[in-house]
Every structure is written in structure tokens, then in C-alpha cells.
């Protein structure tokens, strides 16, 4: 186990967002291995309410470059959704688990991608509307981000700030009773 730690903290250090791709489609093995990391990944309850539409097509990249300025021409995003009918729900205050939930599968999906060779970045910034609309998404479906992938450019780079970091100190308190 202690290999494996060291391993996954070497990754998610290297791992970084890709904004520049070969023009290359991503092989279905590799696509494949990053789509089963995301239903491995642990959801509210086990309820899996992520919904994910594979585009990969030249009209369904056409459909993207509609939706977000964030595209950089990549091969193959995966828009990542949850069902708003099949989320868990707290009792106390309503709140349904479907951001969450949608967030640890592409996690998954992010760090299994690096672990492939395939490089991404997670999308934020796009407009739900003209998702649902240029894909058809399910009314009860919400769009909650963008994993745009492909096998990073020989000069592909980290953005340059992206190893400085915050002293631990100032993101992780010890709770004292």
C-alpha cells in the first residue's frame, strides 16, 4: 500500500489541465478505462446518478464550440450530468447529492485519464442552456461540468502557477475539543 500511496500523490501532483491536443481521436480502450473509473467512483447512498454523454463526433464538437469557449479543440470531452430524479437526499435541509456526486465521478474520470496518458481539463465554464438544448439533455438532467480529453501536444504545458501551492497550514485546521 505504501507504493500505491506514493504512486496516486505522484499523479495527482503531475496531473495537470490540458488546453493543447494532438489531432488524434482517444482510442476506445483508453476511453473505455477512464468511463469504468467513473462508475466505479462512490456516489450518495450508491444512488450513481451521473449521467454521461460521450462527444466525440465532428457534430457533436461542432455542438461544444456552441456551448463554451473552453474546447480547445479537443478530441473528445465527456459532459457529466445527474439525474435531478435519483440523487440522495438529506432530510433536514433537502439538499440533493447530484453536484457532489457528479463531482467524484469526474475526479475519477480526471485521474484515471492521467493514468492513461490522456490528458484533460475539467470545464466550468459553459452555458447549461445551450447544453440542454444542442444535446437534447433530459429536462431532469443537470449539466454540471465538462471533461474535455485527448493525448496531450508535445508542448503542452501547466499553466505556470499550477505547482504553487498554500502552506497546508492555511487550508487544513485540526479541530480542537
Avoid at 450530468?81 to 437526499?89: A, L, M, S
Avoid at 447544453?131 to 504545458?157: H, N, Q, R
Amino acid at each position: 500500500m505504501e507504493n500505491m500511496d506514493k504512486d496516486f500523490l505522484e499523479l495527482a501532483a503531475n496531473r495537470y489541465s490540458v488546453r493543447k491536443f494532438i489531432d488524434k481521436p482517444v482510442e476506445q480502450e483508453d476511453l473505455d478505462k477512464i468511463l469504468k473509473a467513473g462508475y466505479l467512483a462512490p456516489t450518495a447512498c450508491n444512488r450513481q446518478p451521473q449521467r454521461i454523454l460521450v462527444i466525440n463526433s465532428d457534430e457533436g464538437r461542432a455542438k461544444l464550440k456552441r456551448c463554451t469557449k473552453c474546447h480547445f479543440d479537443a478530441p473528445t470531452a465527456l459532459l457529466i450530468c445527474y439525474d435531478k430524479t435519483d440523487c440522495w437526499q438529506r432530510k433536514y435541509d433537502d439538499k440533493i447529492s447530484g453536484d457532489i456526486d457528479a463531482s467524484i465521478v469526474t475526479t475519477h474520470m480526471m485521474l484515471e485519464a492521467a493514468a492513461t496518458g490522456v490528458g484533460t481539463t475539467w470545464v466550468m465554464h459553459f452555458d447549461p442552456a445551450a447544453v440542454k438544448s444542442e444535446f437534447k439533455v433530459p429536462e431532469s438532467y443537470e449539466p454540471t461540468a465538462l471533461l474535455i480529453m485527448g493525448y496531450p501536444a508535445p508542448d503542452a504545458a501547466p499553466y505556470p502557477g499550477h505547482s504553487e501551492y498554500r502552506p497546508i497550514k492555511e487550508t487544513v485546521f485540526y479541530y480542537e475539543f
